[in-house]
């Protein structure tokens, strides 16, 4: 997967075998482009629905 200039950046900081959490991802480009190229084994993606504001009365 080719991931854009600013999604590489941050895939960057992944160390092989390290952990990754992607929260609030809405696409999951990065974990799966580190799947790809065997940085990690796995990952978890959560999407969060709720609205910014509604996140702020948790």
């Known amino acids: 997967m080719q991931l ?10 992944v160390t ?3 952990c990754l959490v992607d929260v ?3 696409h ?3 974990p799966i482009a580190l ?9 978890e993606q959560q999407q969060l629905t709720a609205p910014v504001a509604d996140l702020n009365s948790l």
């Not at 200039?5 to 960057?12: M, T």
């Not at 799947?35 to 990952?43: W, Y």
């Open 16 to 18: 092989p075998g390290g």
């Open 24 to 26: 609030g991802t809405d």
């Open 35 to 43: 799947l790809e190229q065997q940085k990690q084994k796995a990952f």
């Open 28 to 30: 999951g480009y990065v």
């Open 4 to 13: 854009s200039k600013r999604l590489s950046a941050v895939a960057e900081f």
